[in-house]
C-alpha cells in the first residue's frame, strides 16, 4: 500500500510543478460553456430579408406592416426594401439575403376576391436554421393578415391541451452545464492518469520504476488514483464556475451536492480507467494527445449534452448505451435540474459503477509491467 | 564465495534479431564487473533482462540469489539499477526523487531520511537537495540518479552506461562515486559501457560483447596478455595497404598485423624497436608512409583483436516509422 501512496505522491507532485496546464484544463471547458451557450441558443435575430413589394393597394400595405412588426417586434428579420424582383432573387442566391418576400402587383385585388392570392418567399434553404425561422416568421405575417380582432371568449367546444411545468424552466446554457463537466473530467483524464505514464515511458524514466518493486497494481492504482484527485478537483471547479455563470444552485442541500460529487467520483474513475485500459501500451503522448482528442468527440456528443439522444439514429442510440457520458450526463441533469435524490438515477450509478469496475480489472490486466 | 549473478545461457530475440545469443556468465559478490561492448552489442537488452523488466526468450539467470523469471519480485528488491537514461524526475527536487525511490522500496521513514541525507552529501548535493533536478547538469544528474538507487541498500547495483554523455570531468567524479560506495557498501556492480578506459579503470572483471554473444572474458590484464606482444606500431599508409600487411605478417617480430579503417597495426614486443622497421619494410614495398604511432596495449586492442573493427564503429539504430524518427522502436532501445 506504502508504494501506490508513493506512485500518487510522484504523480501528484510532479503536477503540482505544471499549474498552467490544470488552469487551461479548468478554462477551456468554461470557455466551451460560453461560446457553445451563446452560439446555439435564443431565436435568430436580423435575417437579412430583400422585400419587393409590387402592390401598393390595402392588403400590400397591411402585409408591409406585419413584416415591419418582425423586424422591429422580434427582430427576426432586417428588411431591405428593393424594386426589382430578379434583383432581389439573385441576391439571395450570392448570399446578400437570406429570403426574399416578393408581393406581386395583383395581391390586394386577389384578396380583396377571394381567388387565390399568393406572396413569393424565396429562402436560401442550404441554411436549414436560418431557413425555418425565416419561413416560420415570413408564414406568420402572411397568414396574420386576415386576423383582424382575437376572440374575448375562448371556443369552449375545443379541446385545450394544458401545458404543466414539473420543474423550473432551464435555460440552454444552463442545461449544457453537465456536458460541460463531463468533458472537463475527459480532458482530466487526458492530462493525468495514464498520460503521465506515456510520458514516463516517451522520456525513458518508466524503466527505471520497472526495476523497482513497484506492481503494476501499484502503478495503474496510483497513477488511476492522482488522476482522480487531480480531476475531480478540476471537475468540481469546472462546475461551480458554471453554475455561477449560469445562474445554476451551486450547492443546494447536502445531499444535491454530495450526489453531484459521487456522479463526478464514478465518471472520473471510470474514465480514467478506461483511458488507462486504451493507452496504457503506448509509447509516444502523440497517439494520447491524436486518440483522446477523437475520444473525446466520439464520447462527447452522443451523450445528450448538446442534444437529446432521441433525436439520433438508432445506431448511434445504441452506442449512447454504452457511453459512459451519457450516464454522467443523465445523472448530472437530473440531480441539478431536477433534484432527485441518488436512488432515482440508479440505473446511471450501476451502469457507471460497472463500467468503473471492469474498466479498471482490464486495464491492471493488460498493462504490461515488461517493456 | 557466492554468486551475485549467473546467467544460463540467456537469449533475447526481438523478431528475426537474436539481441542477446545464449550467453553465461558468473559473477562473484563483490566484484566490479564490467560489460564491455559497443552501441548495439547487446549489453542493455542483457541488464534488462537481469533487471526483470524484459523476459528472456530462454535460459534464465540468478540475480541475488533470485531466478529473474520466476522470483521476479524478489529480484527487484535486492537490486538498484542505473538506467542508460537519466531517469529522475525533472519536476522533482533531489530530496524528492531519492524520498520517493525509498518508498518504492519501503524503507521506513526514519532510515529512509537519514540514508537520502547520506547519500546526497556524499554525491555533494546536500546544498541543491531542495532544488528541482530540472536546475541540475548532465554530471549531477547522473549522481542523483546513482544515489536514488541506494537508498535501499541494494546489494547488487546494475549501472547501464552511467557515464555516457558526461563530459570527462564528470566521468571521473562518476567513477570514484562508484568505487567508494562499492568499497563502503560492500556491493557487487554490474556495469556496461562502451568506453575503454572506464571498464579499465573500474573493472576488476570484464567481459566483451559484440552482436549478442561474449567474444571474450577475464581481467582486463587477462584480457590483454591473450593478445600476443606488449606494444602496437599503427602505420598510415597511402597505398599499398594490403602488400605491406602481408610483408609484416611474415615478419618474425610480428605477431599479428591487421588492417583496420585503413590503418596497419602491427602487434609487437617492442614498439620502440620495431616500428622502424616496419616504416623500411613498407616504405621499400612502394608504400608512403604518412603517419605512424606505438600504443600500448588495451582493452580497446582486445575488442579489435577479437572482432576485427573498432568499438567506436557504431550500428544504426532502428526506429519506428510509426511514430517518427524521435522515438526509438523496442530494438532501439538499446
Not at chain 2, 620495431?274 to 586492442?301: F, N, Y
Given at each position: 500500500?506504502?508504494?501506490?501512496?508513493?506512485?500518487?505522491e510522484r504523480d501528484m507532485r510532479k503536477f503540482s510543478r505544471n499549474p498552467v496546464i490544470m488552469v487551461m484544463a479548468v478554462v477551456m471547458p468554461i470557455a466551451y460553456l460560453i461560446i457553445l451557450g451563446n452560439s446555439f441558443q435564443g431565436k435568430l435575430k436580423g435575417l437579412p430579408v430583400a422585400v419587393v413589394n409590387q402592390d401598393d393597394g390595402y392588403w400590400g400595405r397591411r402585409l408591409d406592416e406585419r413584416l415591419k412588426a418582425v423586424?422591429?417586434?422580434?427582430?427576426?428579420?432586417?428588411?431591405?426594401?428593393?424594386?426589382?424582383?430578379?434583383?432581389?432573387?439573385?441576391?439571395?442566391?450570392?448570399?446578400?439575403?437570406?429570403?426574399?418576400?416578393?408581393?406581386?402587383?395583383?395581391?390586394?385585388?386577389?384578396?380583396?376576391?377571394?381567388?387565390?392570392?399568393?406572396?413569393?418567399?424565396?429562402?436560401?434553404?442550404?441554411?436549414?436554421?436560418?431557413?425555418?425561422?425565416?419561413?416560420?416568421?415570413?408564414?406568420?405575417?402572411?397568414?396574420?393578415?386576415?386576423?383582424?380582432?382575437?376572440?374575448?371568449?375562448?371556443?369552449?367546444?375545443?379541446?385545450?391541451?394544458?401545458?404543466?411545468?414539473?420543474?423550473?424552466?432551464?435555460?440552454?446554457?444552463?442545461?449544457?452545464?453537465?456536458?460541460?463537466?463531463?468533458?472537463?473530467?475527459?480532458?482530466?483524464?487526458?492530462?493525468?492518469?495514464?498520460?503521465?505514464?506515456?510520458?514516463?515511458?516517451?522520456?525513458?524514466?518508466?524503466?527505471?520504476?520497472?526495476?523497482?518493486?513497484?506492481?503494476?497494481?501499484?502503478?495503474?492504482?496510483?497513477?488511476?488514483?492522482?488522476?482522480?484527485?487531480?480531476?475531480?478537483?478540476?471537475?468540481?471547479?469546472?462546475?461551480?464556475?458554471?453554475?455561477?455563470?449560469?445562474?445554476?444552485?451551486?450547492?443546494?442541500?447536502?445531499?444535491?451536492?454530495?450526489?453531484?460529487?459521487?456522479?463526478?467520483?464514478?465518471?472520473?474513475?471510470?474514465?480514467?480507467?478506461?483511458?488507462?485500459?486504451?493507452?496504457?501500451?503506448?509509447?509516444?503522448?502523440?497517439?494520447?494527445?491524436?486518440?483522446?482528442?477523437?475520444?473525446?468527440?466520439?464520447?462527447?456528443?452522443?451523450?445528450?449534452?448538446?442534444?437529446?439522444?432521441?433525436?439520433?439514429?438508432?445506431?448511434?442510440?445504441?452506442?449512447?448505451?454504452?457511453?459512459?457520458?451519457?450516464?454522467?450526463?443523465?445523472?448530472?441533469?437530473?440531480?441539478?435540474?431536477?433534484?432527485?435524490?441518488?436512488?432515482?438515477?440508479?440505473?446511471?450509478?450501476?451502469?457507471?459503477?460497472?463500467?468503473?469496475?471492469?474498466?479498471?480489472?482490464?486495464?491492471?490486466?493488460?498493462?504490461?509491467?515488461?517493456? | 564465495?557466492?554468486?551475485?549473478?549467473?546467467?544460463?545461457?540467456?537469449?533475447?530475440?526481438?523478431?528475426?534479431?537474436?539481441?542477446?545469443?545464449?550467453?553465461?556468465?558468473?559473477?562473484?559478490?563483490?566484484?566490479?564487473?564490467?560489460?564491455?561492448?559497443?552501441?548495439?552489442?547487446?549489453?542493455?537488452?542483457?541488464?534488462?533482462?537481469?533487471?526483470?523488466?524484459?523476459?528472456?526468450?530462454?535460459?534464465?539467470?540468478?540475480?541475488?540469489?533470485?531466478?529473474?523469471?520466476?522470483?521476479?519480485?524478489?529480484?527487484?528488491?535486492?537490486?538498484?539499477?542505473?538506467?542508460?537514461?537519466?531517469?529522475?524526475?525533472?519536476?522533482?527536487?533531489?530530496?524528492?526523487?531519492?524520498?520517493?525511490?525509498?518508498?518504492?522500496?519501503?524503507?521506513?521513514?526514519?532510515?529512509?531520511?537519514?540514508?537520502?541525507?547520506?547519500?546526497?552529501?556524499?554525491?555533494?548535493?546536500?546544498?541543491?537537495?531542495?532544488?528541482?533536478?530540472?536546475?541540475?547538469?548532465?554530471?549531477?544528474?547522473?549522481?542523483?540518479?546513482?544515489?536514488?538507487?541506494?537508498?535501499?541498500?541494494?546489494?547488487?547495483?546494475?549501472?547501464?552506461?552511467?557515464?555516457?554523455?558526461?563530459?570527462?570531468?564528470?566521468?571521473?567524479?562518476?567513477?570514484?562515486?562508484?568505487?567508494?560506495?562499492?568499497?563502503?557498501?560492500?556491493?557487487?556492480?554490474?556495469?556496461?559501457?562502451?568506453?575503454?578506459?572506464?571498464?579499465?579503470?573500474?573493472?576488476?572483471?570484464?567481459?566483451?560483447?559484440?552482436?549478442?554473444?561474449?567474444?571474450?572474458?577475464?581481467?582486463?590484464?587477462?584480457?590483454?596478455?591473450?593478445?600476443?606482444?606488449?606494444?602496437?606500431?599503427?602505420?598510415?599508409?597511402?597505398?599499398?595497404?594490403?602488400?605491406?600487411?602481408?610483408?609484416?605478417?611474415?615478419?618474425?617480430?610480428?605477431?599479428?598485423?591487421?588492417?583496420?579503417?585503413?590503418?596497419?597495426?602491427?602487434?609487437?614486443?617492442?614498439?620502440?624497436?620495431?616500428?622502424?622497421?616496419?616504416?623500411k619494410l613498407a616504405t621499400d614495398a612502394g608504400a608512403e608512409v604518412r603517419a605512424v604511432s606505438i600504443q600500448k596495449l588495451s582493452l580497446e586492442d582486445v575488442f579489435i583483436h577479437y572482432t576485427g573493427r573498432s568499438i567506436r564503429e557504431e550500428e544504426s539504430k532502428k526506429v519506428s516509422l510509426f511514430l517518427g524518427a524521435g522515438v526509438p522502436s523496442k530494438l532501439g532501445r538499446n
Amino acid at each position: 500500500m506504502r508504494r501506490v501512496f508513493a506512485v500518487i505522491e510522484r504523480d501528484m507532485r510532479k503536477f503540482s510543478r505544471n499549474p498552467v496546464i490544470m488552469v487551461m484544463a479548468v478554462v477551456m471547458p468554461i470557455a466551451y460553456l460560453i461560446i457553445l451557450g451563446n452560439s446555439f441558443q435564443g431565436k435568430l435575430k436580423g435575417l437579412p430579408v430583400a422585400v419587393v413589394n409590387q402592390d401598393d393597394g390595402y392588403w400590400g400595405r397591411r402585409l408591409d406592416e406585419r413584416l415591419k412588426a418582425v423586424a422591429i417586434g422580434p427582430k427576426t428579420v432586417t428588411l431591405t426594401y428593393m424594386s426589382d424582383q430578379g434583383k432581389a432573387v439573385e441576391d439571395v442566391r450570392n448570399g446578400k439575403f437570406k429570403g426574399a418576400v416578393i408581393v406581386p402587383p395583383d395581391f390586394s385585388r386577389r384578396m380583396a376576391l377571394g381567388i387565390n392570392p399568393e406572396v413569393g418567399i424565396f429562402v436560401d434553404n442550404t441554411d436549414q436554421i436560418s431557413e425555418g425561422a425565416l419561413t416560420g416568421a415570413l408564414t406568420d405575417a402572411v397568414n396574420s393578415l386576415r386576423e383582424v380582432f382575437v376572440s374575448v371568449r375562448p371556443d369552449r367546444t375545443v379541446v385545450q391541451a394544458r401545458r404543466v411545468e414539473l420543474y423550473r424552466m432551464v435555460d440552454y446554457d444552463q442545461a449544457l452545464v453537465p456536458g460541460v463537466v463531463v468533458m472537463a473530467i475527459f480532458m482530466g483524464t487526458m492530462i493525468t492518469g495514464v498520460f503521465n505514464l506515456v510520458m514516463d515511458r516517451f522520456l525513458g524514466v518508466d524503466e527505471a520504476i520497472l526495476m523497482t518493486p513497484v506492481t503494476k497494481t501499484d502503478i495503474v492504482g496510483g497513477l488511476v488514483v492522482s488522476g482522480f484527485i487531480i480531476t475531480m478537483f478540476m471537475a468540481t471547479i469546472v462546475y461551480i464556475v458554471s453554475a455561477l455563470i449560469t445562474g445554476i444552485t451551486v450547492f443546494g442541500s447536502v445531499s444535491r451536492f454530495l450526489g453531484i460529487l459521487v456522479v463526478l467520483a464514478l465518471a472520473t474513475m471510470g474514465l480514467l480507467s478506461m483511458m488507462f485500459l486504451m493507452l496504457g501500451r503506448a509509447n509516444h503522448p502523440r497517439i494520447v494527445g491524436v486518440f483522446s482528442g477523437f475520444m473525446n468527440v466520439i464520447f462527447f456528443f452522443p451523450s445528450g449534452a448538446v442534444y437529446p439522444v432521441e433525436g439520433f439514429p438508432k445506431w448511434l442510440r445504441a452506442f449512447s448505451k454504452v457511453n459512459p457520458e451519457y450516464y454522467a450526463v443523465h445523472a448530472l441533469k437530473s440531480i441539478i435540474f431536477k433534484g432527485n435524490p441518488l436512488w432515482a438515477i440508479y440505473g446511471d450509478i450501476v451502469f457507471l459503477l460497472c463500467f468503473l469496475t471492469v474498466m479498471m480489472t482490464l486495464a491492471v490486466v493488460t498493462f504490461k509491467r515488461t517493456l | 564465495m557466492s554468486l551475485a549473478v549467473e546467467t544460463f545461457d540467456i537469449r533475447k530475440t526481438f523478431g528475426e534479431l537474436t539481441a542477446v545469443k545464449d550467453i553465461s556468465i558468473q559473477i562473484n559478490e563483490g566484484e566490479f564487473f564490467g560489460f564491455l561492448g559497443p552501441n548495439g552489442a547487446g549489453k542493455s537488452t542483457l541488464i534488462r533482462m537481469l533487471t526483470t523488466v524484459l523476459r528472456p526468450a530462454s535460459g534464465t539467470a540468478s540475480v541475488g540469489g533470485f531466478d529473474i523469471t520466476k522470483e521476479p519480485d524478489e529480484v527487484r528488491r535486492s537490486i538498484g539499477v542505473v538506467t542508460q537514461n537519466m531517469a529522475s524526475d525533472l519536476d522533482l527536487t533531489a530530496r524528492e526523487n531519492m524520498d520517493i525511490f525509498g518508498k518504492f522500496y519501503e524503507v521506513p521513514k526514519k532510515a529512509r531520511q537519514e540514508r537520502v541525507a547520506e547519500l546526497l552529501e556524499r554525491v555533494g548535493l546536500s546544498k541543491k537537495a531542495d532544488e528541482l533536478a530540472a536546475t541540475f547538469s548532465g554530471g549531477m544528474r547522473r549522481r542523483l540518479d546513482i544515489a536514488r538507487v541506494l537508498v535501499h541498500k541494494p546489494e547488487i547495483l546494475f549501472l547501464d552506461e552511467p557515464t555516457s554523455g558526461l563530459d570527462p570531468q564528470s566521468r571521473r567524479v562518476v567513477w570514484e562515486m562508484l568505487q567508494n560506495f562499492m568499497k563502503d557498501y560492500n556491493m557487487t556492480i554490474f556495469l556496461t559501457t562502451h568506453y575503454m578506459e572506464e571498464a579499465e579503470a573500474l573493472c576488476t572483471r570484464v567481459a566483451i560483447i559484440d552482436r549478442g554473444s561474449v567474444i571474450a572474458m577475464g581481467t582486463p590484464d587477462e584480457l590483454k596478455s591473450g593478445i600476443p606482444g606488449n606494444d602496437i606500431v599503427i602505420l598510415t599508409l597511402s597505398r599499398e595497404q594490403e602488400n605491406v600487411r602481408n610483408l609484416a605478417a611474415a615478419e618474425g617480430y610480428v605477431h599479428k598485423a591487421q588492417l583496420e579503417n585503413g590503418d596497419l597495426r602491427c602487434y609487437v614486443d617492442s614498439g620502440s624497436e620495431d616500428a622502424p622497421r616496419l616504416m623500411k619494410l613498407a616504405t621499400d614495398a612502394g608504400a608512403e608512409v604518412r603517419a605512424v604511432s606505438i600504443q600500448k596495449l588495451s582493452l580497446e586492442d582486445v575488442f579489435i583483436h577479437y572482432t576485427g573493427r573498432s568499438i567506436r564503429e557504431e550500428e544504426s539504430k532502428k526506429v519506428s516509422l510509426f511514430l517518427g524518427a524521435g522515438v526509438p522502436s523496442k530494438l532501439g532501445r538499446n
